[in-house]
């Protein structure tokens, strides 16, 4: 690890990536909260996967494909959100269609832009070295934009989370907050698209938050532990895959999977004593 502390003071590009890693934290923890609270992964996959549709685009008309990548989030998370709403009876297999479907657009348009692009593959298997400062920029923007939200929606957001029955009865407007959560959502995937890539990011998303879920007392700390967590795992991943001359974004969630596989056993065994002592004392 003392190579990679000696290489980030001289690097530039290893700077850039720390920073990406911290602001992607901010935005992982507050969003993923929500996912993993009002248990959402599967429209949060259903959004991921769908901006490839959105990056086929792009590419093929010459955009820049971070563009492509929010407007078909935002898109996604519009769509996915109605249907939700809207057909509750069908959710899993509509969202799954969409999720096809996207990726579907999006290879199909791929598949028709000369030449190979290798930003591409950035997007899909995420490439935290590569990012720029007008990466940086667009990412904090972003953050930003999710901090301000979270913090002006947060009571609102909350009751949305535990109990939607009981905001609908208090008269707050139910579509309008899920479907502005799913949006928030959607520009966390894009950030983190450029950290792990399109096909792990849901791991990121979830992973942090998860293991905060079980020890925080309130909505509030899980979101400080999970963004916690998430810096931890970024840097870690980081230092670990130059170390190694490991691929950044499989590192990273690796060591993720790894802190969540052992949270539930520290769990389990606080379980199996607590279980001991009750049969020792009956």
């Given amino acids: 690890m003392e190579e990679f502390w000696i290489a980030l003071r001289e690097y530039t590009f290893l700077q850039h990536a720390l920073l990406a890693g911290i602001l992607a934290s901010i935005a992982a923890g507050l969003a993923g909260t929500y996912v993993v609270v009002k248990r959402i992964s599967l429209i949060s996959g259903g959004i991921a996967h769908a901006i490839l549709g959105g990056l086929g685009v792009a ?13 078909s989030a935002l898109v996604a998370a519009v769509i996915i959100g109605l249907v939700s709403l809207r057909a509750r009876q069908h959710e899993d297999t509509i969202i799954s269609a969409l999720w096809a479907v996207g990726m579907a657009i999006g290879v199909l348009f791929i598949a028709r832009t000369p030449g190979y692009n290798v930003d591409l593959m950035t997007f899909l298997f995420g490439n935290i070295l590569m990012v720029s400062t007008g ?12 901090v301000l939200v979270v913090v002006a929606f947060y009571k609102e957001f909350l009751a949305l989370a535990f109990d939607e029955e009981h905001a609908r009865l208090r008269g707050l407007p139910v579509e309008i907050l899920y479907l502005v959560l799913l949006m928030l959502i959607a520009l966390t995937v894009v950030i983190l698209i450029k950290i792990v890539g399109l096909i792990l990011v849901i791991a990121l998303l979830t992973l942090p938050p998860a293991i905060a879920c079980r020890r925080a007392s309130s909505i509030a700390k899980m979101m400080v532990s999970a963004i916690c967590l998430s ?28 802190a969540y596989m052992l949270s539930l056993a520290l769990d389990r065994a606080k379980e199996s004593k607590v279980f001991g002592r009750l049969r020792r004392t009956l």
Avoid: R
């Avoid at 093929?60 to 407007?71: H, L, M, R």
């Fill in 59 to 71: 590419y093929y008309y010459g955009v820049d494909p971070t563009k492509g990548a929010i407007v």
């Fill in 135 to 146: 990466d940086l920029a667009m990412i904090a923007a972003l953050d930003g934009l999710i």
């Fill in 231 to 258: 810096l931890i795992f970024n840097t870690t991943g980081l230092a670990l895959s130059y170390q190694l001359d490991l691929p950044t974004g499989a590192t990273i969630v690796i060591i993720a999977g790894i």
